[in-house]
């Protein structure tokens, strides 16, 4: 099993999979890390002064001035409200939200990234692990060795899953370097407030705690690589299941870009929140944003996404051991 | 000492209503090379996929080496080696990693085979090159030596020459030859060409539409076969006369057609004392419309 494996991390590598995956790294951090400059700049320049405090104050006036406005949607404007009451609970406890510095950075990286930037990164090696193989007709070769198929099947998903933590961890590792050669590197035990909940439009801060920027680093980190697998699962099944590489990433696409527009859309649509897509922003929970649908929870949005997940592997390899290969 | 190697018994195929493999019963022995011939679409590579597990039979039973390719999948593919249509190889990788992947597929495998392997298709000098850039025979030669790996006892390829240039083919030939009787391989070829059947197997099974229409020798089989065809006018009373000696058909191109006979030059003779002139004769190649159209009755092929 040891050498299927590393068979398949062989090809993962030499088709340069993995290495286009990191210089995409390595472009939009920098971009981001760039934009987050120019925005310090700005508030630097706007209020002459570098004072946190200020310049939450300043957030907090600002979200309530679009709040009076009309034209908002009500979903968004719930978004907005909760985050208003977020920053005055910091402010009144005395902590900055944004101490500078790159372990910031890469916290706030990866709770935007977690719904779109990685799922498309894991989907450039997932969509394409075993459909590639068909469409070379490579799994001829394949199939036709002294080897159960369900083996080899199995050797391409712990190859993914083996990739996936690769790509979680350079993630966190690339924004930390490239974001600490502007911002700086220190800031590990910034204190970060987690265990807000919010219940018909108002915050509830009696779960909240105090914790060190690592520690919630690392949990955001351990959500970002769950997320990366469930939905590396879900693109490695569509591999198996369509003979095109470019057919599965469509597929899964279109599901991850159709979840954004509905989160924004569905809080009177119930039953959506057993839809995968719904259900991918994890760090959502922790950072105590309101959920797309009221009442979903951490809890039952792992649930969800391991059920979808687990289905795929069933789906996957139950078509894979059977299936006719022309 | 001959072995049954492969045999396989009332294998059919159905893809969606149409049966394609209509019941196909045969057996091979060690040290053979058992052709495979029939024109396109007859079945040969859905045949071919069958008997390395690719694709599941609707009925029927193929065993390698005495194991069974459905229930003992593993055991049955470590004694067979297959090209099946192109040779496929991961054109990223270089000759030589593409042989070392397959070989770590293999259970207990001696790194020493692969040198051997590598010099028997003479790769040696562009082992190292990425794949991308073999020509089409080196590729050719390369899906043989990663069938070769597992030391199998059959070996199944699927049209080996196609694509070849004359000498290629001549190569791939002789060493197919070379695997059977110094090696005492079994090797099942598949073909839609008669020259090339005729020139390397030993023996043939002759498929149409997904049926067997004969198993026999090479030399069986192309003995009321070969014909020799004349240029004769008049053709009307040059065929009166042949047909007092022998069977006479008459051509598209209105030539006289007979069977191959060591008395013709006595037929010639005859001819030509009766006045009747003789242009041209000539010894037919067989082609495979004919033998089909003998084999089959006047049923067209497809
Ligand atoms: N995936 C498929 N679905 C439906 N029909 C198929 C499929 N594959 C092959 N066939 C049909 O099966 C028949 C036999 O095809 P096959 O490829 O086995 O022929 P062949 O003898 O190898 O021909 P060739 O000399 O052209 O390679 C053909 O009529 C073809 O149309
Ligand atoms: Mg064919």
Redesign the pocket.
């Known amino acids: 099993m040891n050498k299927l494996i590393f068979n398949e991390m062989l090809k993962i590598i030499r088709k340069r999979k993995l290495i286009v995956v990191v210089a995409i790294m390595v472009v939009l951090i920098s971009l981001f890390t760039y934009a987050q400059f120019r925005e310090v700049q700005r508030q630097i320049e706007k209020l002459g002064d570098v004072d946190w405090r200020t310049t939450l104050q300043q957030q907090i006036v600002d979200t309530q001035n679009r709040l009076t406005s009309s034209g908002i949607s009500d979903e968004w404007k719930a978004q907005l409200q909760i985050r208003v009451q977020q920053q005055q609970y910091y402010l009144d406890n005395n902590i900055n939200p944004a101490e500078p510095g790159a372990p910031t950075f890469v916290r706030s990286f990866a709770q935007e990234s977690i719904t779109l930037f990685v799922p498309l990164l894991i989907m450039i090696i997932a969509a394409d692990i075993v459909s590639s193989e068909r469409s070379a007709g490579t799994v001829k070769l394949l199939l036709t060795r002294p080897v159960k198929r369900w083996k080899i099947l199995l050797s391409k998903y712990i190859a993914l899953l083996l990739s996936i933590s690769i790509i979680v961890v350079l993630m966190g590792v690339l924004a930390y370097l490239i974001s600490g050669v502007v911002f700086g590197f220190g800031g590990w035990n910034a204190p970060v407030l987690t265990g807000f909940t919010s219940i018909g439009g108002e915050l509830n801060t009696s779960n909240v705690q105090l914790i060190d920027q690592w520690q919630y680093i690392l949990m955001e980190f351990g959500l970002v690589w769950f997320v990366a697998i469930v939905v590396g699962t879900l693109s490695f099944m569509l591999s198996v299941l369509l003979k095109s590489t470019s057919a599965s990433m469509g597929v899964m696409l279109a599901a991850l870009i159709a979840g954004l527009i509905l989160s924004n859309l569905v809080s009177s649509w119930q039953s959506a929140k057993y839809l995968f897509m719904i259900n991918l922003d994890l760090t959502g929970y922790i950072a105590g944003s309101s959920p797309p649908v009221p009442g979903m929870t951490l809890l039952f949005s792992i649930g969800v996404l391991s059920i979808w997940a687990v289905g795929a592997l069933l789906i996957s390899f139950s078509v894979f051991v059977r299936q006719?290969v022309? | 000492m001959t072995e049954i190697t492969l045999s396989i018994k009332g294998l059919r195929k159905k893809?969606?209503k149409?049966e394609?493999?209509k019941g196909l019963d045969f057996e091979l022995k060690s040290g053979e090379v058992f052709g495979f011939l029939?024109?396109?679409?007859?079945?040969?590579?859905?045949?071919?996929?069958m008997l390395v597990g690719l694709i599941r039979p609707t009925a029927g039973s193929i065993q390698v080496c005495g194991y069974d390719v459905k229930k003992n999948f593993v055991k049955a593919m470590s004694h067979l080696g297959c090209i099946v249509?192109n040779p496929e190889l991961y054109p990223y990788l270089t000759g030589l990693e593409n042989l070392q992947h397959f070989s770590r597929m293999i259970p207990n495998f001696d790194s020493n085979h692969l040198e051997y392997v590598i010099k028997l298709v003479r790769l040696q000098d562009r082992i190292n090159d990425p794949v991308k850039t073999y020509s089409l025979g080196m590729r050719q030669r390369l899906g043989i030596a990663q069938a070769l790996l597992g030391k199998p006892k059959v070996l199944i390829l699927?049209?080996p020459t196609n694509g070849l240039d004359p000498m290629g083919i001549r190569e791939m030939r002789e060493f197919i030859r070379f695997l059977a009787e110094k090696e005492g391989l079994t090797v099942l070829v598949?073909s839609?060409l008669l020259s090339e059947i005729q020139l390397m197997c030993d023996r043939v099974a002759v498929?149409s539409k997904?049926k067997v229409i004969k198993v026999d020798t090479v030399k069986n089989l192309l003995h009321f076969q070969e014909q020799l065809v004349w240029k004769v006018s008049p053709v009307e009373e040059g065929k009166k006369l042949l047909q007092t000696v022998t069977t006479v058909k008459l051509d598209k191109e209105n030539r006289l057609v007979t069977p191959l006979s060591d008395k013709s030059s006595s037929w010639n003779h005859m001819l030509v004392e009766h006045g009747i002139e003789v242009h041209e004769i000539q010894r037919k190649v067989p082609a495979l419309e004919d033998l089909f159209l003998e084999l089959t009755g006047g049923e067209s092929v497809?």
């Open positions: 006719d022309y | 893809i969606g149409r394609i493999i029939g024109p396109n679409g007859a079945g040969k590579t859905t045949t071919i996929r249509e699927d049209e598949s839609h498929i997904g497809e």
